[in-house]
């Protein structure tokens, strides 16, 4: 194992971080950690992209790969703001789930297309700040 100190200037990451929010959704991380493992399975065969459609009381999980079919289910949460769809990462979304922890998360942003952050609920210690998929149309 080797540690080496990394000197320079790193990236302002503050400034990606959103100041407020048009959506703050709340949903148990345990049932939200599941649905994405069962996501995986069918969004690894593409390019690991999900589809979220927020809504208040539900959040749907989607995900298309070919030939292998698709993935959709619809987990309980509650939604602050206006209802909202985007595209993640499957992967990235469940290893930053993994690392903030928690009993329940929230997950918030400006917009589908700008940068979210996902944390524990309660826990200020912690954030991910996760960056969302674009179709080539976009």
């Known amino acids: 194992l080797t540690a080496r100190l990394l000197e320079g200037k790193f990236p302002n990451y503050g400034r990606m971080l959103p100041l407020n929010h048009i959506f703050l959704l709340t949903l148990g991380a ?3 950690r599941q649905a994405l493992k069962r996501a995986v399975v069918v969004a690894r065969e593409g390019d690991f992209r999900l589809i979220l459609n927020a ?7 989607s995900a298309h790969a070919g030939d292998l079919g698709s993935f959709s289910e619809d987990l309980a949460c509650a939604l602050a703001g206006d209802p909202i769809a985007f595209q993640l990462n499957a992967g990235y979304l469940l290893q930053t789930l993994d690392a903030v922890g928690g009993e329940s998360v929230t997950l918030e942003g400006t917009g589908p297309e700008y ?7 309660g826990d ?3 954030l991910a700040l996760i960056m969302p998929m674009f179709t080539k149309s976009e």
């Open 30 to 32: 345990q049932e939200f």
């Open 115 to 121: 940068p979210m952050v996902l944390r524990a609920v």
């Open 55 to 61: 809504t208040d009381g539900s959040l749907a999980i």
């Open 124 to 126: 200020d210690t912690r």
